[in-house]
């Protein structure tokens, strides 16, 4: 499987092709499982709202439908929200 034939699918779409790539939704805290916009995200368009790279996105999935060892999830930075000035 090459790299455009998961960029230029769905979210819904590369789900229901492989469900094997929940997991790596569930990992990442990617809440596009349930989410209703998933009929229209790419995999660059989740990675850009929750602020992943694209390039470590693409490669967890594309080993998790390849069903090679896990890529872990890049650290989870804290949002701009949770930054508190006294």
Excluded: K
Aim: proline fraction near 12%; glycine fraction near 2%.
């Amino acid at each position: 499987m090459r790299d455009e034939d998961i960029d230029d699918l769905l979210l819904d779409e590369i789900m229901a092709r492989w469900p094997q790539v929940l997991r790596v939704f569930i990992d990442w805290h990617l809440h596009c499982i349930v989410c209703p916009i998933t009929s229209f995200h790419t995999l660059a368009d989740s990675a850009a709202a929750h602020g992943y790279p694209v390039e470590q996105l693409r490669e967890a999935v594309r080993r998790a439908i390849n069903d090679e060892p896990e890529l872990p999830p890049p650290a989870l930075l804290p949002s701009p929200s949770a930054h508190v000035n006294p």
